[in-house]
């Protein structure tokens, strides 16, 4: 879990570029216990072999302000974000160029799990089953772009 960060306790991520990881489990570059807050930083370039190919969260809450997550990969759900369970709130953020094998290639959002998304790019993702930006079988909020 996390091939790059393993967060168990509340955590603050800055001015970081965190790139080139991978897992043979969930979250290539992150993977979040904790609540965890992610501010200017570019999450790109890493893989998961299960979920999350840049982060996973499960149980806890992110929140990302002004950060990039692009071109990171997984072997299931999320290629950007997966959201297990807990929450997920963007402001200002791009999730872009993503890959995932099944769903959710930009973000993938579980049942029980939110996503608040403001003023947020989710675009330009791909995965094979045509779920391409956005999966969402939780509670999905958009407060514009």
Do not use: Q, W
């Amino acid at each position: 879990m996390g091939g790059g960060i393993y967060v168990a306790a509340p955590c603050s991520i800055s001015l970081s570029r965190i790139a080139g990881n991978s897992t043979k489990f969930c979250g290539g570059a992150i993977a979040v216990r904790s609540a965890c807050t992610i501010t200017g930083s570019e999450i790109s370039g890493n893989r998961a072999a299960i979920d999350g190919g840049g982060i996973h969260t499960c149980d806890s809450a992110i929140y990302a302000i002004n950060c990039t997550l692009a071109e990171n990969i997984c072997g299931r759900n999320g290629g950007g974000i997966k959201i297990s369970s807990g929450g997920l709130n963007t402001v200002h953020c791009t999730v872009c160029f993503n890959n995932a094998t099944i769903y959710g290639a930009g973000i993938s959002n579980s049942t029980g799990a939110n996503a608040v998304l403001a003023n947020s790019i989710i675009a330009g993702n791909y995965s094979k089953d045509g779920m391409t930006d956005i999966d969402s079988l939780g509670t999905y909020v958009s407060k514009g772009y």
